[in-house]
């Protein structure tokens, strides 16, 4: 899908190289749509020379035939049908773009883990039959071409096969991303849109909003009208057509990467659940690895304690038997003292018993 500004571009140059060999439409300076002529309505005086046919009248089998795809061979635009008018879906800008591309993808990682629905966008139109008392036949009716619809593979009447160019059903959810160019655009989106999606029975209806001013999230009520889809106090927005879809306000701002969400537990459901579960196994892997190492140091630090306490153990016993050593050389040590003591003291007292008896002798000697 290419911006508004390069299509503008690329548009007026195809447009001034075909107006010599091409027909051109009336009043528009484009080429006429590929076919036949036909006789149809021409376009009022104001034209969008980037949808020259915008708000022509046209039936809506000829609306199948000639205008549902690829109507120009120069101009790149999608006429979506609207109760015998052509109505041109708006090109997006960047920002429109991106929100855009991040929540196709977020709708495709869901379907992916849940394969419930499946999911048709941009080009694909389907039927809104609509009561309509304003209208002879009391119905109104109109070919809508989503930026993506949800088909469930519930709905009653299936999708699929290489040949189908539109879908005869209604679809479950409608995704649109707000066209904002003119008030007429805004409008479209946020109040027709709606109110048509709503008679037709389409179940929930998100309209995408970069700027957040027109972002609203719609769920069909018991009466047959939207109510606005609240968040939670945690900002989430929930899905009942697609259960276990849920999103976040702010990521719409954010637009994360999905290998980003995948690791958050509000998306790790449905987008890429085997990065989460591998992360956590490699997480728990490295945990254990992480636990096995310190039970590992603790072991060798147990070790290290014990074998220094065995050491100081047998420092103390050495340092006892030390003790026990000196105490029996001290007390060998007084034994040797005491006796030699003794041995003095026998000495001694023998000498002065000695010296006694030759005084005594002397004196008797004297006498």
Not at 80 to 95: C, D, H, Y
Not at 124 to 142: H, I, N, Y
Request: charged share 30%.
């Amino acid at each position: 899908m290419e911006s508004r500004e390069a299509l503008r571009d690329r548009s007026q140059t195809q447009t001034s190289q075909t107006q010599i060999n091409s027909s051109r439409a009336a009043g528009t300076g484009v080429s006429e749509p590929a076919g036949p002529p036909a006789q149809v309505e021409s376009p009022g005086p104001s034209v969008n020379p980037f949808a020259p046919d915008d708000g022509r009248c046209v039936s809506k089998e000829e609306y199948w035939a000639r205008w549902y795809e690829n109507p120009y061979p120069d101009i790149d635009v999608s006429y979506e049908w609207n109760n015998g008018r052509l109505e041109a879906k708006p090109l997006p800008n960047e920002p429109q773009l991106d929100l855009y591309n991040w929540f196709l993808d977020l709708l495709r990682r869901y379907l992916s883990t849940y394969p419930i629905a499946k999911l048709i966008n941009l080009e694909t139109g389907f039927v809104l039959k609509m009561e309509d008392s304003a209208e002879p036949s009391g119905q109104r009716e109109a070919v809508r071409k989503p930026d993506i619809g949800v088909i469930l593979n519930s709905n009653p009447v299936p999708w699929g096969g290489v040949d189908r160019r539109h879908f005869d059903g209604v679809c479950d959810m409608v995704v649109e991303a707000v066209s904002d160019s003119t008030p007429a655009e805004v409008r479209r989106d946020t109040e027709e849109k709606r109110r048509d999606y709503a008679l037709a029975g389409v179940k929930e209806y998100y309209i995408l909003d970069p700027g957040g001013e027109h972002m609203r999230f719609y769920r069909l009520a018991a009466g047959g009208q939207y109510e606005e889809i609240q968040p939670d106090a945690g900002g989430v927005i929930a899905s009942e057509v697609l259960p276990g879809l849920r999103f976040r306000l702010e990521e719409l701002k954010r637009q994360r990467e999905m290998e980003t969400l995948a690791l958050d537990d509000l998306y790790s459901g449905y987008v890429i659940p085997a990065l989460k579960i591998s992360v956590t196994q490699a997480e728990e892997e490295a945990a254990a690895r992480q636990a096995e190492a310190a039970a590992r140091q603790e072991a060798e630090q147990r070790a290290d304690a014990a074998e220094q306490r065995a050491e100081a153990e047998a420092a103390a016993r050495q340092a006892e038997a030390q003790r026990a050593d000196a105490a029996e050389q001290r007390a060998q040590e007084e034994a040797a003292a005491r006796q030699a003591e003794a041995a003095a003291r026998r000495e001694a007292e023998k000498r002065l018993r000695e010296m006694k008896a030759e005084l005594a002798r002397q004196r008797r000697q004297s006498s």
